[in-house]
């Protein structure tokens, strides 16, 4: 399958179809923009006239067992017709029209063309990983049943397994947030104390304390190439904080390589864009910034919470980004136009955390009522919401499993019969067999399950797809601010208030 490209898009013949497609879908987007147009015609109230004017057209003027109200939406819908058919803006006369002119004013602010360029690039990088995702999707329906339960039993069995395997005193002030680095090997804590640390884990050896902020640190986000292709004089990391700066950071300097200003109140949370070239950063000024990493200038300044922004995050494709604020909406915003996809309203207080699923269309929040809420893209509204904590949900996270599966020593097998050729094909084809099983087993597990820390002092894992409890772990302080999950699902982390931050590993495996 050949990779879709922001060009080939609209000349790809699989993206609309056949032409019998293509023409009940323009027939279906002809019929929305006249029901739109219909909304907008100025049509008489008054009964008689709308009687009047349905004799003027050559209509009916009454309908047996029809009412007023549907009298006038027989009227609107003719109207429609006809404007339709003339090629009319239907415009038409009524006592109200400056006011209806005032309405249909619409304020909009002009972007830069370095913001142009970056929408271009940001759809040039996620419709083919939208593809991939897909396609993978579409393989993955075509498992069988048992082999998916079967799956889920091994996933949920392992999750069940997680418990404390260490405890770290962090910093002289509360863990505002926890990272691991993409290779699974080091953790990134922010303290509220401004300072930056990286540990080895699970050994939990200080390697860096990165300082350069002047007030409380509130997110940090790991480039997605940091510690795998990225090399360590360039940018690896990034920090918000409340001096309102937001640092990018290497991995082999203690000072920042870039220091972007623009927010007018403190920095909450930041999210690196999975291309690696932009980030974004939730502010108290009720606005997220979209920051080009590269030049280390603001592209974008998004308002639209009528509160303070406190958290954000990218979906996987690259494609959305969602904000989560004080005031108890998230949005959903796509990359590559500037529209809101969707609005996240169901919460009753402020939301503090937000991941997007790796399916790509499912969105976990977490608020201050002390609920999980999981919304469906698709249908546009909320799809469960789980009584997770007694106290506020700080942060929740979904596993992913990227790459391959961790590689894991298996016993060895007794020795067997010696074949006359010198192969034992049965044993080749076996192993063949198991690795397939196990690789599908992987892609299937990403997004299996979720990660949840609350204000109650305990770090929650569920199931992802019926939403259930699956483990309880918990931890030495009164109030978790903070929860990630390794790649390789073989370690966990939480920060806490109390300056510490712990770690989690299923019984059975060795740290």
């Known amino acids: 399958m050949a990779d879709l490209t922001f060009d080939t898009l609209m ?50 003027i009454t309908l047996f067992g029809e009412r007023a109200a549907d009298r006038r939406d027989r009227l609107i819908y003719v109207l429609s017709q006809i404007h339709t058919a003339r090629g009319d803006d239907h415009q038409m006369e009524e006592e109200s029209s400056e006011e209806s ?36 999707q579409r393989i993955d329906s075509k498992v069988p049943l048992g082999r998916l339960i079967d799956i889920r039993k091994k ?27 993409p290779n699974n090997k080091l953790l990134a804590t922010g303290s ?29 986000a790991w480039h997605p190439q940091a510690t795998l292709t990225q090399g360590e004089g360039l940018v690896n990391l990034v920090s918000g904080a ?22 007018a109140d403190r920095i909450c949370r930041v999210a690196f864009h999975p291309s690696g070239g932009y980030v974004a950063s939730a502010s108290f000024d009720t606005t997220w910034r979209l920051w080009d990493v590269n030049t280390s200038k603001e592209l974008l300044l998004q308002e639209g919470h009528s509160k303070e922004v406190y958290t954000v995050e990218f979906q996987g494709d690259g494609a959305l980004i969602a904000s989560g604020g004080l005031d108890a909406i998230g949005r959903v915003w796509d990359l590559r136009t500037g529209r809101t996809a969707m609005v996240l309203d169901g919460h009753v207080q402020a939301i503090f955390g937000i991941d997007f699923s790796p399916n790509g269309y499912q969105i976990a929040t977490g608020a201050g009522d002390d ?39 298996k016993p060895k097998a007794e020795p067997e019969d010696v074949v006359m050729n010198g192969i034992n094909e049965d044993a080749d084809a076996d192993s063949s067999h198991d690795a397939e099983d196990e690789l599908q087993e992987w892609k299937y597990r990403s997004g299996l399950y979720l990660a949840s820390s609350g204000y109650d002092g305990y770090v929650k894992l569920w199931s992802a797809d019926d939403w259930q409890l699956l483990r309880t772990l918990t931890t030495d302080s009164g109030k978790v601010m903070s929860v990630d999950m390794t790649t390789d699902g073989e370690l966990l982390a939480s920060g806490t208030y109390n300056r510490n931050f712990q770690l989690f590993a299923p019984e059975d495996v060795p740290v």
């Open 101 to 136: 002119e005032e309405e249909g004013e619409e304020f909009y602010t002009e972007g830069s063309l370095e913001l142009l360029q970056a929408r271009r690039n940001l759809a040039e990088f996620s419709l083919p990983r939208a593809q991939k995702r897909i396609a993978q």
């Open 155 to 181: 996933v949920f069995a392992g999750v069940k397994r997680f418990s404390n395997i260490g405890s770290q005193i962090g910093d002289e002030r509360p863990i505002s947030q926890v990272r691991f680095a």
């Open 11 to 60: 000349d790809d013949g699989n993206y609309m179809g056949s032409e019998r497609a293509k023409m009940d879908n323009k027939v279906i987007l002809d019929e929305l923009e006249r029901k739109k147009k219909a909304r907008n015609l100025a049509v008489p109230t008054d009964d008689n006239r709308v009687k009047a004017k349905l004799r003027e057209v050559g209509e009916p």
């Open 192 to 220: 509220w104390s401004g300072t930056v640390k990286l540990w080895n884990v699970p050994a939990c050896i200080t390697t860096r304390t990165l300082r350069g902020h002047g007030d409380r640190v509130g997110g940090i």
């Open 371 to 409: 609920t999980i809420r999981i919304w469906d893209m698709r249908s546009l509204k909320a799809l469960y919401t789980i009584p997770a904590h007694v106290s506020n949900v700080s942060d929740v996270r979904f596993f992913r499993a990227d790459g391959l599966p961790p590689f894991k020593a």
């Open 242 to 263: 409340g001096d309102m700066c937001v640092n990018l950071w290497s991995l082999n300097s203690d000072a920042p390589l870039a220091v972007m200003k623009g927010h």
